[in-house]
């Protein structure tokens, strides 16, 4: 199947569903649950523990089990990315370049962030909250470290299935990636 003829997409991050022309049902259903809140219950991806911890506490620190604005808002405070309430992409660099520095089995997660997240290449994704540019780099970044992970964690039934629907939606992810940022 090509998909740059058949993806024609619309995606909206955490807790809606993806609408996408020409995918399986186990495409679809795949990409459903990557995207799905729920994939953020538990790290199965060593690297990424920093990351689910935070986001997870600022859930609690909201009140919301889905992901928002506020809860981006709150992310990207923890991590010190953001000057007057946007994100600075000289902050990111910075970060990523500590976090490298610091938990190098990050390193393959972090080059997706500043591979398709700067430059303001996260303003292309589309979220439930189309005016929230954080909550636009918090979906970009989750789906960086997401399709970036080298190694899922294989011991419960539930990373398993998230290794699964990620390796299943991953190329479909890739083909809109190149539609949202052709110049890449």
């Known amino acids: 199947m090509d998909y740059r003829a058949c993806i024609f997409c619309l995606i909206i991050f955490m807790e809606t569903p993806m609408v996408f022309s020409c995918l399986t049902e186990e495409q679809s259903e795949a990409c459903d649950a990557v995207f799905s809140s729920d994939a953020m219950k538990w790290s199965c991806c060593s690297p990424m523990q ?17 992901f928002t604005c ?13 000057t007057k309430g946007q994100i600075d992409e000289n902050k990111v660099r910075a970060l ?46 989750f789906i960086g470290y997401m399709f970036g992970c080298q190694q899922f964690i294989q011991r419960s ?17 890739k083909q809109y990636l190149k539609k949202i940022t052709p110049c890449q």
């Open 157 to 173: 039934r539930y990373c398993k299935k998230l290794s699964s629907n990620v390796a299943t939606c991953k190329p479909v992810f």
């Open 96 to 141: 990523i370049k500590n976090l490298n520095a610091n938990q190098p089995e990050s390193t393959n997660l972090n080059s997706q962030v500043l591979k398709n997240c700067l430059k303001m290449k996260y303003r292309q994704y589309s979220t439930v909250d189309p005016k929230c540019d954080v909550m636009k780099f918090h979906s970009c970044a």
């Open 50 to 66: 920093e990351f689910v911890d935070i986001t997870r506490d600022c859930q609690k620190q909201t009140k919301s089990r889905r």
């Open 70 to 82: 506020a809860v981006s808002e709150c992310v990207t405070a923890k991590y010190g990315i953001l």
